[in-house]
């Protein structure tokens, strides 16, 4: 049974960082690609950040230069390194695998002062 499982959202201050985590069982990390996606209050959910198997990254624009994502194949662990973080970064962070319909629960991200 495939379970991803978020950790390390919270509140953080506007320019601050945080670095999330999706924990990965029941499958292989290494054999797909992942992705972190979020969906703030009111608004559909996004693609922010994906990472292939060959650790090909790419962002929405939004996040480029703040956020980056990484991957270790050991720990079957995705992580979400945010950087700079603003206001608008406030979100539920969902990690998502290889644009198939497996999804964690999310992590909440709030930034505010």
């Known amino acids: 049974q495939v379970q991803l499982v978020e950790s390390g959202g919270g509140l953080v201050q506007p320019g601050g960082s945080l670095r999330l985590s999706c924990a990965a069982r029941?499958?292989?990390?290494?054999?797909?690609?992942m992705g972190w996606y979020r969906q703030a209050p009111g608004k559909q959910r996004e693609l922010v950040a994906s990472i292939t198997t060959g650790e090909s990254t790419t962002y929405v624009d939004t996040v480029k230069g703040r956020f980056t994502i990484s991957r270790d194949n050991a720990k079957n662990t995705v992580y979400l390194q945010m950087n700079s973080v603003k206001p608008e970064d406030t979100a539920v962070y969902y990690c998502?695998?290889?644009?198939?319909?497996?999804w964690g629960k999310g992590t909440l991200v709030t930034v505010s002062s």
């Open positions: 029941g499958i292989i990390l290494r054999l797909y690609s």
């Open positions: 998502n695998l290889g644009g198939l319909d497996y």
